[in-house]
């Protein structure tokens, strides 16, 4: 072990080496690294491969920037393989060039586009057979970004496409090291863009292909600086990099020779210290305890007076909030309900576990519900949906020995159905420690809630009347957007959501005539917010701005005193959470985001997806704060947003998207899309019965 200290900070940094010669610079440290390292945890981080190689599968999500112009999302074919398609009048490929050299363009489709063309500089290729190869002269070629045009009459199916240096063909080993994304081809680099939270470092480990190993610069460039490091490398060997502390930056690994002209990344980790559990103190008060989860469906966080709002929506659960740890920045990781409520009961991604679409998706038989973790541990296990989204169809009902939907026979469920089905299930518990969820409707529309809540905060609307459905729809369709109408409709928001708090006082009441009060541990939580005008728009599924994913997360368990955790929060944390809190035996711990609410770190990277539109590509929030980005699909100039929302909290003025910052962002959202792909479970297809179909329609999710 060597003991340094850093030039211009004075720091002290432990340098644990073996055979590596240690080399220090400002925020740059190499350290040899075991990987079985007491207290590290590690997640895989896919970088950028620069070296003037594309491969496009067309299998993910992922390769989308380099896409541009009608190319379709892609899609499965009946043999079983992706493609992806490319309609009138065409579209683009963009890739970057290290060199200006000769390249090869190969391009596997599947029955040739009728007059397709395909174009770079002023050559121009006939795209008439199912599989051709092109060669692109070093004329045309600029070091750099470099677009290859492609022109349609009608469509064009297209399953791969290689775009490559000639010289790299015949390199023994090549055409299956193409097939490899943590190859490298030489000259070339991987790229990083990050901003290091809680201690992160870069593991890495590179196959040079000898045993000496080869020479390694590591360059690492922030906004105001460039620091640089050169080293030998062994071969297969483990080494650390540690970025500069609080600063966006893009690390570039530019090893610098290789005997075969082929490198592999064998190992590409962003490690951290490990978090400790829950306090020793929460996880004795939870002993022996049940648990009751209240979702409230599109409750938006700023909306509970818990939370600050000035109306009083909420008197029952802000009673409940004063006795709780009330997490006043949590946010749900997907927009819609039926990958929300996946995340919540799984701990999982959207793009992993993959409860994405109505139709075409449900709970894969590999998976694992909290449900059926709590059911193992000898919990009774219930649920109470008034959302399909969170029903049979989908395969949510795994691991709850009862499970009730009551749209069954019903087009309109009141949150006042929920008490009498959640008294009997209580009894059926038979005095066992339960894992109860209950899925309110409100307060999402319709808003069908009765007098005297109804009324409450508006006096046009003081019954129930068709023209008042009428008139919501039409504002929630935007045939009516004035501002008195938006108005209106806020003031239904919070009467629906007033009648749902006064229905969990009357849930919590009853578990009080129980004496199940001291026994259970309560959770307020919801699966999404709403848009109730701002930004332009009313709903959900698509809204990534503050007021579609700030949920209310609430958390009491008796005994425990109240806190107020202003510190980030996302959907999975609550599984996550329980997991530890009652001994589960969680089989997610490398696939989550989620982290223990009672241990949360001051600073994290937060992820949400909204439901696919736009021809069927979905968009992203990625924020690592104070920055947040949203990116909707296919990436264009118009269709990537900034904010600081530190300065901006509203996201109302949105910055310039470019710089580090969004870099680091975009990198996100890449590397999460492409470890994705490796970790997604296999969907299942849903079952939607009638009751299913009509009561979605009912809620506004399918239209005739």
């Given at each position: 072990m060597i003991r340094a200290v850093i030039p211009d900070t004075g720091r002290v940094v432990l340098w644990f080496v073996s055979g590596i010669r240690p080399v220090g610079l400002v925020g740059l440290v190499f350290l040899s690294f075991c990987s079985g390292r007491v207290g590290m945890v590690g997640h895989t981080i896919p970088p950028i491969r620069d070296d003037g190689v594309t491969i496009l599968r067309m299998n993910s999500l992922a390769d989308q920037p380099s896409f541009s112009g009608?190319?379709?999302?892609?899609?499965?074919?009946?043999?079983?393989?992706?493609?992806?398609?490319?309609?009138?009048?065409?579209?683009?490929?963009?890739?970057?060039?290290?060199?200006?050299?000769?390249?090869?363009?190969?391009?596997?489709?599947?029955?040739?586009?009728?007059?397709?063309?395909?174009?770079?500089?002023?050559?121009?290729?006939?795209?008439?057979?199912?599989?051709?190869?092109?060669?692109?002269?070093?004329?045309v070629i600029e070091p750099g970004a470099n677009e290859i045009k492609f022109f349609v009459e009608d469509e064009l199916k297209v399953s791969s496409i290689r775009i490559l240096p000639r010289r790299i063909a015949v390199l023994a080993g090549a055409d299956q090291a193409l097939g490899d994304e943590m190859t490298l081809f030489m000259p070339g680099s991987w790229k990083y863009f990050l901003r290091p939270v809680s201690g992160e470092r870069l593991l890495l480990s590179i196959d040079a292909?000898?045993?000496?190993?080869?020479?390694?610069?590591?360059?690492?460039?922030?906004?105001?600086?460039?620091?640089?490091?050169?080293?030998?490398?062994?071969?297969?060997?483990?080494?650390?990099?540690?970025?500069?502390?609080?600063?966006?930056?893009?690390?570039?690994?530019?090893?610098?020779?290789?005997?075969?002209?082929?490198?592999?990344?064998?190992?590409?980790?962003?490690?951290?210290?490990?978090?400790?559990?829950?306090?020793?103190?929460?996880?004795?008060?939870?002993?022996?305890?049940?648990?009751?989860?209240?979702?409230?469906?599109?409750?938006?966080?700023?909306?509970?007076?818990?939370?600050?709002?000035?109306?009083?929506?909420?008197?029952?659960?802000?009673?409940?909030?004063?006795?709780?740890?009330?997490?006043?920045?949590?946010?749900?990781?997907?927009?819609?309900?039926?990958?929300?409520?996946?995340?919540?009961?799984?701990?999982?991604?959207?793009?992993?576990?993959?409860?994405?679409?109505?139709?075409?998706?449900?709970?894969?038989?590999?998976?694992?519900?909290?449900?059926?973790?709590?059911?193992?541990?000898?919990?009774?296990?219930?649920?109470?949906?008034?959302?399909?989204?969170?029903?049979?169809?989908?395969?949510?009902?795994?691991?709850?020995?009862?499970?009730?939907?009551?749209?069954?026979?019903?087009?309109?469920?009141?949150?006042?159905?929920?008490?009498?089905?959640?008294?009997?299930?209580?009894?059926?518990?038979?005095?066992?420690?339960?894992?109860?969820?209950?899925?309110?409707?409100?307060?999402?529309?319709?808003?069908?809630?009765?007098?005297?809540?109804?009324?409450?905060?508006?006096?046009?609307?003081?019954?129930?009347?068709?023209?008042?459905?009428?008139?919501?729809?039409?504002?929630?369709?935007?045939?009516?957007?004035?501002?008195?109408?938006?108005?209106?409709?806020?003031?239904?928001?919070?009467?629906?959501?007033?009648?749902?708090?006064?229905?969990?006082?009357?849930?919590?009441?009853?578990?009080?005539?129980?004496?199940?009060?001291?026994?259970?541990?309560?959770?307020?939580?919801?699966?999404?917010?709403?848009?109730?005008?701002?930004?332009?728009?009313?709903?959900?599924?698509?809204?990534?701005?503050?007021?579609?994913?700030?949920?209310?997360?609430?958390?009491?368990?008796?005994?425990?005193?109240?806190?107020?955790?202003?510190?980030?929060?996302?959907?999975?944390?609550?599984?996550?959470?329980?997991?530890?809190?009652?001994?589960?035996?969680?089989?997610?711990?490398?696939?989550?985001?989620?982290?223990?609410?009672?241990?949360?770190?001051?600073?994290?990277?937060?992820?949400?997806?909204?439901?696919?539109?736009?021809?069927?590509?979905?968009?992203?929030?990625?924020?690592?704060?104070?920055?947040?980005?949203?990116?909707?699909?296919?990436?264009?100039?118009?269709?990537?947003?900034?904010?600081?929302?530190?300065?901006?909290?509203?996201?109302?003025?949105?910055?310039?998207?470019?710089?580090?910052?969004?870099?680091?962002?975009?990198?996100?959202?890449?590397?999460?899309?492409?470890?994705?792909?490796?970790?997604?479970?296999?969907?299942?297809?849903?079952?939607?019965?009638?009751?299913?179909?009509?009561?979605?329609?009912?809620?506004?999710?399918?239209?005739?």
């Amino acid at each position: 072990m060597i003991r340094a200290v850093i030039p211009d900070t004075g720091r002290v940094v432990l340098w644990f080496v073996s055979g590596i010669r240690p080399v220090g610079l400002v925020g740059l440290v190499f350290l040899s690294f075991c990987s079985g390292r007491v207290g590290m945890v590690g997640h895989t981080i896919p970088p950028i491969r620069d070296d003037g190689v594309t491969i496009l599968r067309m299998n993910s999500l992922a390769d989308q920037p380099s896409f541009s112009g009608e190319w379709s999302v892609p899609r499965l074919g009946q043999d079983r393989s992706f493609m992806r398609v490319l309609r009138k009048p065409g579209g683009s490929v963009h890739f970057q060039a290290k060199l200006k050299e000769s390249y090869l363009l190969q391009i596997q489709g599947r029955g040739a586009g009728k007059g397709a063309i395909v174009g770079i500089g002023g050559l121009k290729f006939p795209l008439d057979k199912d599989s051709a190869e092109f060669v692109i002269s070093p004329e045309v070629i600029e070091p750099g970004a470099n677009e290859i045009k492609f022109f349609v009459e009608d469509e064009l199916k297209v399953s791969s496409i290689r775009i490559l240096p000639r010289r790299i063909a015949v390199l023994a080993g090549a055409d299956q090291a193409l097939g490899d994304e943590m190859t490298l081809f030489m000259p070339g680099s991987w790229k990083y863009f990050l901003r290091p939270v809680s201690g992160e470092r870069l593991l890495l480990s590179i196959d040079a292909g000898s045993a000496t190993g080869t020479n390694v610069r590591i360059i690492i460039r922030t906004g105001s600086r460039t620091v640089e490091s050169r080293d030998k490398v062994r071969s297969d060997a483990e080494f650390v990099i540690r970025p500069v502390p609080g600063q966006f930056q893009e690390i570039e690994v530019r090893p610098e020779s290789s005997r075969s002209g082929i490198l592999r990344l064998k190992k590409s980790l962003l490690v951290r210290e490990r978090r400790h559990q829950a306090p020793r103190r929460i996880r004795k008060a939870v002993r022996d305890k049940s648990v009751l989860i209240i979702c409230l469906d599109a409750a938006r966080g700023d909306h509970l007076g818990a939370l600050g709002y000035s109306r009083r929506t909420t008197p029952f659960i802000d009673r409940l909030a004063r006795e709780s740890w009330v997490f006043t920045d949590a946010v749900a990781e997907a927009a819609f309900t039926l990958a929300s409520t996946t995340t919540l009961h799984t701990g999982l991604p959207p793009d992993v576990h993959r409860v994405l679409s109505t139709f075409t998706s449900s709970l894969g038989p590999s998976l694992v519900t909290v449900a059926e973790l709590f059911q193992k541990k000898g919990y009774f296990t219930a649920a109470i949906s008034a959302n399909p989204y969170f029903g049979r169809a989908y395969g949510q009902d795994r691991g709850f020995a009862e499970f009730v939907e009551l749209f069954e026979g019903a087009r309109e469920v009141l949150a006042e159905d929920f008490l009498e089905p959640f008294r009997r299930i209580i009894e059926h518990a038979g005095g066992r420690p339960f894992f109860i969820y209950l899925h309110l409707r409100e307060p999402h529309q319709d808003y069908t809630m009765p007098p005297p809540y109804l009324g409450s905060f508006q006096s046009q609307y003081l019954v129930q009347t068709e023209e008042l459905r009428a008139r919501t729809h039409r504002i929630l369709d935007g045939r009516d957007d004035s501002g008195e109408d938006v108005n209106l409709l806020r003031d239904l928001y919070d009467e629906n959501l007033l009648y749902a708090d006064s229905v969990i006082g009357r849930l919590l009441e009853i578990l009080a005539t129980l004496r199940l009060d001291g026994k259970t541990v309560k959770i307020i939580a919801s699966d999404h917010g709403e848009g109730l005008g701002e930004h332009g728009m009313i709903g959900h599924n698509v809204v990534l701005q503050r007021e579609g994913i700030h949920i209310p997360l609430i958390v009491q368990i008796p005994g425990v005193s109240p806190k107020r955790i202003p510190l980030p929060a996302i959907t999975s944390d609550v599984p996550v959470t329980l997991a530890d809190l009652f001994g589960l035996e969680y089989p997610y711990d490398r696939s989550t985001w989620g982290m223990n609410l009672f241990n949360l770190p001051a600073e994290r990277r937060r992820l949400t997806r909204a439901l696919n539109s736009n021809g069927g590509f979905p968009a992203f929030m990625a924020e690592q704060y104070p920055y947040r980005m949203i990116a909707f699909f296919p990436i264009t100039e118009d269709s990537v947003e900034l904010y600081n929302i530190k300065d901006d909290p509203g996201q109302m003025n949105p910055l310039p998207a470019e710089g580090l910052m969004a870099e680091t962002l975009r990198f996100l959202i890449g590397t999460h899309l492409k470890n994705s792909d490796k970790q997604a479970a296999a969907s299942g297809v849903a079952s939607l019965r009638e009751k299913d179909l009509q009561n979605l329609k009912s809620l506004g999710y399918i239209h005739q």
